[in-house]
């Protein structure tokens, strides 16, 4: 066993604090990895305060990681000692039902391995996330992080990236489709850089107004400033495709009448409560809502390379781990440009 230290939430009330727990040794198929980076996702904060419920503590968040691979079991084939690998949302899954043949883990109906806030397969062993030193996991839950990425902006793709890269290609959005990004944190401001890539036009939709010259940089054509009254007046019907990314409960209704007949709204943030919707919104235009949920391995893997090859990559903000707790309280306050990263040489 190797210890390791990180920081882990107590309960839901109490700050992150420094916490010592062991990481087995890497198996035949396992890697070990020092931990280099390590992204906050609002989804860290979400379940560090068991705002969905049934979460398991002490918790050691992060499921944003880029470190190198310090060892390797003896039967590995696709990492060396020294490669720069990732790991995302899910460390393992039950590889054989229709999803995990189909590449879409992320959807397994047997059972996923959640990063952290989870047991493994054994139901007893406790999964704990990045938010530390380093991790053992399984090579085909891990993925190869293309060099030409700068490894400190790297980690935000294994959830961020992936999370508005998958939505956007399972859809098909396309070259000049009008596409909205509702919110522009973490997930928002990658939804922008990468549907910009694919040649949408895109407009952001922000509650915060000082983030338009930051939005047109990544490739927006118009920011929306949605505060004011009447903030989205004339813009019925204006959008294709719609990727709302935001974390807190809002006005369906409101974005539902931007999206154009036969367009679609796609839901990936998680808010706290419950969302709803007016039939209307729907029924008129034919107007389809759906949801998505990171991605899987092989499109996880297929997005790492799209950000090398197009030179996308995340905005971050580096932080020490004695910062986490702040960084908490800004991400709250929608005050990060746009994803805070813990340097894990500071666990
Ligand atoms: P984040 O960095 O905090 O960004 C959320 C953005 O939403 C904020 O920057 C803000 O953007 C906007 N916002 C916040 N509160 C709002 C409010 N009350 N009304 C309107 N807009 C508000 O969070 P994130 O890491 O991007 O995550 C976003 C959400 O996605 C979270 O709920 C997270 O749990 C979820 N998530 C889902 C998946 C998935 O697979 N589906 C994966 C990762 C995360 P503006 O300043 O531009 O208004
Ligand atoms: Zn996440
Ligand atoms: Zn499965």
């Given amino acids: 066993m190797i210890k390791t230290r990180g920081y882990a939430a107590r309960s839901a009330k109490s ?13 035949p198929h396992e890697v070990l990895i020092e931990v280099l980076y390590s992204g906050i996702c609002h989804s860290d904060i979400h379940q560090a305060r068991n705002e969905w419920g049934g979460s398991l503590y002490p918790m050691v968040p992060g499921h944003e990681i880029v ?34 043949r189909e590449g879409e883990e992320q959807y397994c109906e047997g059972s996923v391995q959640w990063t952290y806030n989870a047991t493994e397969k054994d139901g007893k062993t406790r999964t ?25 902006r790297a980690a935000p793709l294994l959830c961020a990236g992936i999370t508005t890269y998958s939505p956007l290609r ?18 928002g401001h990658m939804a922008v850089k ?26 927006a054509k118009r920011f929306v400033a949605t505060r004011g009254r009447d903030a989205l007046a004339g813009l019925a019907r204006s959008q294709d495709f719609l990727l709302d990314t935001v974390s807190a409960k ?30 209307f919104s729907l029924i008129i235009g034919r107007k389809s809502l759906s949801g998505s949920v990171i991605g899987g391995i092989r499109q996880t893997q ?34 990060v440009r746009y994803r805070f990263v813990i340097d894990a040489k500071t666990f």
């Fill in 15 to 27: 700050p992150l604090v420094p916490f010592t727990f062991m990481r087995r040794e890497p198996g």
């Fill in 67 to 100: 470190g190198r691979v310090s060892r390797v079991g003896s039967r590995v084939k696709r990492f060396n000692v020294g490669d720069i690998a990732g790991v995302g949302c899910f460390t393992d899954s039950c590889r054989r039902c229709v999803s995990c």
């Fill in 128 to 152: 704990y996330g990045g938010y530390s030193q380093r991790l053992t996991v399984d090579e085909n839950y891990a993925l190869r992080v293309p060099r030409s990425i700068p490894v400190e």
């Fill in 170 to 187: 399972h859809f098909g959005v396309k070259r000049a489709q009008k596409v909205g990004v509702v919110g522009m944190g973490g997930l």
């Fill in 194 to 219: 990468i549907a910009a890539s694919l040649g949408a036009e895109v407009t952001v939709f922000s509650t915060s107004e000082d983030k338009k010259r930051d939005a047109l940089r990544f490739g």
């Fill in 250 to 279: 809002h006005d369906l209704d409101a974005y539902l009448e931007l999206v154009k007949r036969d367009g679609r709204m796609v839901i990936v943030g998680v808010p706290e409560k419950p969302l709803e919707i007016r039939a």
């Fill in 302 to 335: 297929e997005m790492l390379d799209y950000c090398a090859r197009h030179r996308i990559a995340p905005e971050v903000e580096i932080i020490p781990a004695r910062k986490i707790n702040a960084a908490f309280e800004r991400t709250l306050k929608a005050d």
